[in-house]
């Protein structure tokens, strides 16, 4: 069955940094691009950055562009994100998910999220 | 890109069908036969539910279905049950490397 599964969420001061991670499991990481996904407290999905299998194709959103770097291991199956500049409304649980290799494919497979709150 | 509109709530009695609108723009539902909708009981990971308009992934009941008008896309839910009850977001992809959801729908079961 395929596993994702988030970590490194937490509490960070306005300002400061953090680094996601997603460890992938029961599938051939490489062949999948990734995605993060988060959704801030009773608001909706709002897709957040993307990256092709071998690393070397990145996308974002306009919200986090230039502040947020997306990347990952194939050796260890795990996709990153950097977050830096962090500010109130990165306050979110952050969803890895996978697609197909290409765009305008489904998100098919979710991990449960890890929330990270950004507040003095 | 701003995100698709969707009703926020929708409720039916078990057994009842709801359906639930998610309208976009040609840049969007309207450009791409890419909608998806996902099922996402807070607290656990959002599951798809239908992908590229009307297919079903393996194991998705057949009471859910989907389609497309323009830059209109709907999900139907027939035969509701209780487990049924969640938000549903509906997403497509947005061209020039961007994709965008819906602002979500919440489904009761009566």
């Known amino acids: 069955e395929v596993q994702l599964v988030e970590s490194g969420g937490g509490l960070v001061q306005p300002g400061g940094s953090l680094r996601l991670s997603c460890a992938a499991s029961?599938?051939?990481?490489?062949?999948?691009?990734m995605h993060w996904v988060r959704q801030a407290p009773g608001q909706g999905l709002i897709w957040v950055s993307r990256?092709?299998?071998?690393?070397?194709?990145?996308g974002y959103a306009d919200s986090v562009r230039g502040r947020f770097t997306i990347s990952r291991d194939n050796a260890k199956n795990t996709l990153f994100l950097q977050m830096n500049s962090l500010r109130a409304e990165d306050t979110a649980v952050y969803f890895c998910?996978?697609?197909?290799?290409?765009?305008?494919?489904?998100?098919?497979?979710w991990g449960q999220g890890t929330l990270v709150t950004v507040s003095s | 890109q701003s995100a698709l509109t969707q009703p926020p709530s929708a409720s039916g009695s078990p057994g009842q069908s709801v359906t639930i609108s998610c309208t976009g723009t040609?840049?969007?539902?309207?450009?791409?036969?890419?909608v998806s909708w996902y099922q996402h009981h807070p607290g656990k990971a959002p599951k798809l539910m239908i992908y590229?308009?009307?297919k079903r992934p393996s194991g998705v009941p057949d009471r859910f279905s989907g389609s497309k008008s323009g830059s209109t896309a709907s999900l139907t839910v027939s035969g509701l049950q209780a487990e049924d009850e969640a938000d549903y977001y509906c997403?497509?992809?947005?061209?020039?490397?961007?994709?965008?959801f819906g602002i979500g729908t919440k489904v009761t079961v009566l």
């Open positions: 998910t996978r697609s197909a290799s290409s765009f305008a494919k489904p998100f098919d497979n």
């Open positions: 029961a599938f051939t990481f490489r062949t999948y691009w």
């Open positions: 997403s497509s992809y947005g061209g020039s490397n961007n994709y965008v």
């Open positions: 590229e308009v009307t």
């Open positions: 990256i092709n299998g071998d690393g070397s194709s990145t």
């Open positions: 040609n840049s969007d539902v309207g450009g791409y036969d890419s």
